[in-house]
Nanobody
Framework: QVQLVESGGGLVQAGGSLTLSCTAS????????MAWFRQAPGKEREFVAS????????VYVDSVKGRFTIAREDAKSTVSLQMNSLIPEDTAVYYC?????????????????WGQGTQVTVSA
């Protein structure tokens, strides 16, 4: 059974930090690009960050550059998103996604499997 399970969301004050984690089924994690997206109420799902199959390439949306870091740990089939200097505009449901290719993209259509999402709320 394909699974992507996110954890680590919660409520934090502006300026604070959170780390999201996503554990994937090994067969969809190994050798494939992974990404984080987010969706705020009333808005479309937005690309946040992606990482290539070997961790050698990472891409971020401009609004999180310098604040968020995506990383992967192949031994545990996990991908994480370290979020620092959080602002209220970061409030959203965050989704982990797996591409069935070595490199992902900013487009949701590149990703075959999705987690259930984890809520991140940043208070002013």
């Amino acid at each position: 059974q394909v699974q992507l399970v996110e954890s680590g969301g919660g409520l934090v004050q502006a300026g604070g930090s959170l780390t999201l984690s996503c554990t994937a089924s090994k067969w969809i994690f190994s050798g494939n690009g992974m990404a984080w997206f987010r969706q705020a109420p009333g808005k479309e799902r937005e690309f946040v960050a992606s990482i290539s199959w070997n961790g050698g390439s990472t891409v971020y949306v401009d609004s999180v550059k310098g604040r968020f870091t995506i990383a992967r740990e192949d031994a545990k089939s996990t991908v994480s998103l370290q979020m620092n200097s959080l602002i209220p505009e970061d409030t959203a449901v965050y989704y982990c996604a797996a591409a069935l290719r070595a490199y992902g993209s900013r487009d949701t259509s590149s990703y075959r499997y999705w987690g259930q999402g984890t809520q991140v709320t940043v208070s002013a």
